[in-house]
T-cell receptor, first 111, second 113 residues
Framework: LAKTTQPISMDSYEGQEVNITCSHN???????ITWYQQFPSQGPRFIIQ???TKVTNEVASLFIPADRKSSTLSLPRVSLSDTAVYYC????????????FGTGTRLQVFP | AAGVIQSPRHLIKEKRETATLKCYPI?????VYWYQQGPGQDPQFLIS???????DKGSIPDRFSAQQFSDYHSELNMSSLELGDSALYFC????????????FGNGTRLTVT
């Protein structure tokens, strides 16, 4: 079973910031948090990964509170091309948990 | 940068036939993963291989088998195909001994008629 819970869907408009929160109450000490983006008929694409506090790259930021029981993916100034499904996965290198996709968040961006 | 290569991109088979899907991981990646994604569903983990040995097993049917070869490419063999096997099949690769994320190919779309 997936160790994560996300909203099923979200709507936004171009230029807005979108925050998608993932709950992972049973996260283990060695677990990392990884987010993927998937477009229709394409393989999931890695967006960002983190362990604690904040991580930022050229496409997104990941906020992780001190208790690590949740995480928030932040997409700044979304565009129509950000319409996709976003998945949060939790696990470490040596267990199967990191391989389990739960129900992702379907983000729809409107013009 | 080189990505995960899957072949074929599309495959049409009839019920009870067999199918073989191939996956070529990113160079130097030692672990390969297979996923199945039905229409409107989330990816389901099937099986993974590390250094040519099966490492994790998910919801792979007994009719399916897979292996990883000495050159690290992997093949997913599917027998006695059923209509419900129609799906996108993704392969991913990574370096196991790090917190490396999975890198996915663009999948093989299998249609069983």
């Amino acid at each position: 079973l997936a160790k994560t819970t996300q909203p099923i869907s979200m709507d936004s408009y171009e230029g807005q910031e979108v925050n998608i929160t993932c709950s992972h109450n049973n996260i283990a000490t060695n677990d990392y948090i990884t987010w993927y983006q998937q477009f229709p008929s394409q393989g999931p694409r890695f967006i960002i990964q983190g362990y604690k506090t904040k991580v930022t790259n050229e496409v997104a930021s990941l906020f992780i509170p001190a208790d690590r029981k949740s995480s928030t993916l932040s997409l700044p100034r979304v565009s129509l091309s950000d319409t996709a499904v976003y998945y949060c996965l939790v696990g470490d290198s040596y267990n199967t948990d990191k391989l389990i996709f739960g129900t992702g968040t379907r983000l729809q961006v409107f013009p | 940068a080189a990505g995960v290569i899957q072949s074929p991109r599309h495959l049409i088979k009839e019920k009870r036939e067999t199918a073989t899907l191939k996956c070529y991981p990113i160079p130097r990646h030692d672990t390969v993963y297979w996923y199945q994604q039905g229409p409107g569903q989330d990816p389901q983990f099937l099986i993974s291989f590390y250094e040519k040995m099966q490492s994790d097993k998910g919801s792979i049917p007994d009719r399916f088998s897979a292996q990883q070869f000495s050159d690290y490419h992997s093949e997913l063999n599917m027998s006695s195909l059923e209509l419900g096997d129609s799906a996108l099949y993704f392969c991913a690769s990574s370096l196991r001994d790090t917190y490396s994320p999975l890198h996915f190919g663009n999948g093989t779309r299998l249609t069983v008629t």
